[in-house]
């Protein structure tokens, strides 16, 4: 069909990785820890060769990044976390060409630090790749369009005659879902119905919110071949309601915007750890459910800023086990990921958490945050600041700032104010919850 032909045209770089990863996927475990020691080794002579940071720490350290064994020399490399990145952000940045082609970030604030970094342009054509790879583990092929329940784009639906002709030409078609209402289900589900979609890929609660419309109005798609979930936990009676309505198999995914491709649910439901495109660490036990370990990732292809031992913050532990599946990639159990609330307005409708924390976005005043909904028309964002500086005058204009949004979002009525606190309690599992919403119990993380 049309849309195969240009999706072959358009994507060539992208479908040549694409061939690579259908390759790779059935080595055995032991050809593709070896091709991830080759591809850290590479990256850690860059970055002690171009990345001011690096060049200290290997110096310091006595490593030579072409000889380095693992786990030993490797793991001698301090972790990186969110809070040194803030502070050694300049000196993170590489030297070479690749710190100029390349494009600045921000994290979701999952764990509670919001923070900016770069990452090399190459890195999203690869996240491209291997998002359509994973894809066609549920059956997709090229030119086939997904339905993506994903991001605050300012679109109006249904969709125009010429909006549906660029979307199945270009194979995809994302849905605003920071904020909706039942009008807005019903919406999506005119989509779903004109679109004809055979992925639908988004978060886990706003799949399960769109689930249970569809089955309350008797609603029953048809031609989806599978279901992808990403960026927050997936519980199982989220997974039971999508499978159930959407009469396929869900995939769970796990990775963020420092580390994306980390992991995937295959059709067997072993969740794969991608080793040759990050390098995963378990370090210590004891956090929350016995065997739980920091989760420390190094992503194999961000050039522009490399981040060398990543704590990203996540709790999981690793698997011995090979997977029914046959393939080489190792397994995880992902125990604990990001999860967060809804927060509500007055009419009902619900607000999705990466509106709350994109407010954040190039706040590098602030530590950590947390959006607390005390009532329908009361938010209080707590914020906890750098030493240094003036936190109140900073938190005032910050009031100024997002109050008009929120009440642009959620009415004018809202009240809404800034408290800086000196710490943000986390769960019992050491999670940061970084919107609350008290006004109902809700399951977290």
Same mark, same amino acid.
């Given at each position: 069909?049309?849309?195969?032909?240009?999706? @072959?045209?358009?994507? +060539?770089?992208?479908?040549?990785?694409?061939?690579?990863?259908?390759?790779?996927?059935?080595?055995?475990?032991?050809?593709?820890?070896?091709? /991830?020691?080759?591809?850290?080794?590479?990256?850690?002579?860059?970055?002690?060769?171009?990345?001011?940071?690096?060049?200290?720490?290997?110096?310091?350290?006595?490593?030579?990044?072409?000889?380095?064994?693992?786990?030993?020399?490797?793991? +001698?490399?301090?972790?990186?976390?969110?809070?040194?990145?803030?502070?050694?952000?300049?000196?993170?940045?590489?030297?070479?060409?690749?710190?100029?082609?390349?494009?600045?970030?921000?994290?979701?604030?999952?764990?509670? @630090?919001?923070?900016?970094?770069?990452?090399?342009?190459?890195?999203?054509? &690869?996240?491209?790749?291997?998002?359509?790879?994973?894809?066609?583990?549920?059956?997709?092929?090229?030119?086939?369009?997904?339905?993506?329940?994903?991001?605050?784009?300012?679109?109006?639906?249904?969709?125009?005659?010429?909006?549906?002709?660029?979307?199945?030409?270009?194979?995809?078609?994302?849905?605003?879902?920071?904020?909706?209402?039942?009008?807005?289900?019903?919406?999506?589900?005119?989509?779903?119905?004109?679109?004809?979609?055979?992925?639908? %890929?988004?978060?886990? /609660?706003?799949?399960?919110?769109?689930? &249970?419309?569809?089955?309350?109005?008797? *609603?029953?798609?048809?031609?989806?071949?599978?279901?992808?979930?990403?960026?927050?936990?997936?519980?199982?009676?989220?997974?039971?309601?999508?499978?159930?309505?959407?009469?396929?198999?869900?995939?769970?995914? *796990?990775?963020?915007?420092?580390?994306?491709? =980390? !992991?995937?649910?295959?059709?067997?439901?072993?969740?794969?750890?991608?080793?040759?495109?990050?390098?995963?660490?378990?370090?210590?036990?004891? $956090?929350?459910?016995?065997?739980? /370990?920091?989760?420390?990732?190094?992503?194999?292809?961000? %050039?522009?800023?490399?981040?060398?031992?990543?704590?990203?913050?996540?709790?999981?532990?690793?698997?011995?086990?090979?997977?029914?599946?046959? +393939?080489?990639?190792?397994?995880?159990?992902? #125990?604990? !990921?990001? /999860?967060?609330?809804?927060?509500?307005?007055?009419?009902?409708?619900?607000?999705?958490?990466?509106?709350?924390?994109?407010?954040?976005?190039?706040?590098?005043?602030?530590?950590?945050?947390?959006?607390?909904?005390?009532?329908?028309?009361?938010?209080?964002? $707590?914020?906890?600041?750098?030493?240094?500086?003036?936190?109140?005058?900073?938190? !005032?204009?910050?009031?100024?700032?997002?109050?008009?949004?929120?009440?642009?979002?959620?009415?004018?009525?809202?009240?809404?104010?800034?408290? =800086?606190?000196?710490?943000?309690?986390?769960?019992?599992?050491?999670? $940061?919850?970084?919107?609350?919403?008290?006004?109902? #119990?809700?399951?977290?993380?």
């Amino acid at each position: 069909m049309l849309s195969a032909l240009i999706y @072959k045209v358009r994507r +060539r770089q992208r479908l040549g990785v694409i061939d690579d990863l259908s390759r790779k996927q059935w080595l055995s475990l032991a050809q593709l820890q070896e091709a /991830s020691d080759v591809q850290t080794r590479k990256l850690a002579c860059h970055a002690a060769s171009h990345v001011p940071y690096y060049k200290k720490e290997f110096q310091a350290l006595g490593l030579d990044p072409a000889a380095m064994d693992f786990p030993g020399d490797w793991v +001698r490399l301090p972790v990186l976390d969110k809070d040194i990145l803030r502070q050694e952000y300049v000196n993170l940045v590489s030297e070479t060409d690749h710190g100029q082609q390349s494009f600045v970030n921000h994290s979701g604030g999952s764990t509670g @630090k919001p923070v900016q970094f770069i990452s090399d342009n190459i890195l999203y054509t &690869r996240m491209a790749a291997w998002m359509d790879f994973v894809f066609g583990w549920a059956g997709w092929q090229p030119g086939e369009l997904r339905l993506e329940l994903w991001g605050n784009n300012d679109r109006t639906l249904p969709p125009t005659p010429w909006q549906r002709w660029r979307a199945k030409l270009g194979g995809s078609f994302a849905v605003p879902v920071y904020k909706y209402t039942e009008k807005d289900l019903f919406k999506w589900w005119q989509v779903t119905k004109q679109l004809r979609p055979t992925i639908i %890929y988004g978060y886990s /609660s706003v799949l399960a919110d769109f689930a &249970r419309f569809l089955e309350s109005e008797g *609603y029953r798609p048809t031609g989806i071949k599978g279901v992808f979930s990403s960026a927050e936990v997936l519980y199982p009676e989220q997974r039971l309601v999508i499978e159930r309505v959407f009469g396929c198999k869900v995939y769970n995914q *796990y990775g963020s915007r420092e580390t994306p491709c =980390v !992991a995937c649910e295959c059709p067997e439901g072993g969740m794969h750890l991608f080793i040759d495109w990050n390098r995963i660490e378990f370090v210590g036990s004891g $956090h929350g459910n016995d065997g739980d /370990s920091e989760i420390v990732i190094t992503p194999l292809y961000n %050039y522009a800023q490399p981040l060398l031992r990543y704590q990203i913050g996540d709790l999981g532990r690793p698997r011995v086990e090979s997977c029914a599946c046959g +393939r080489g990639y190792p397994l995880m159990d992902l #125990n604990v !990921a990001r /999860s967060g609330d809804f927060l509500r307005g007055a009419d009902g409708s619900r607000f999705y958490t990466s509106l709350f924390t994109h407010l954040m976005d190039g706040k590098g005043w602030v530590r950590a945050f947390q959006f607390v909904q005390k009532a329908e028309n009361k938010i209080v964002l $707590h914020v906890v600041a750098e030493s240094g500086v003036e936190a109140k005058s900073l938190a !005032a204009n910050l009031e100024a700032e997002l109050g008009t949004v929120l009440r642009g979002k959620m009415g004018n009525e809202l009240i809404f104010s800034v408290l =800086v606190v000196e710490r943000i309690d986390r769960t019992r599992v050491g999670k $940061h919850r970084y919107v609350v919403n008290e006004m109902q #119990n809700v399951r977290s993380a």
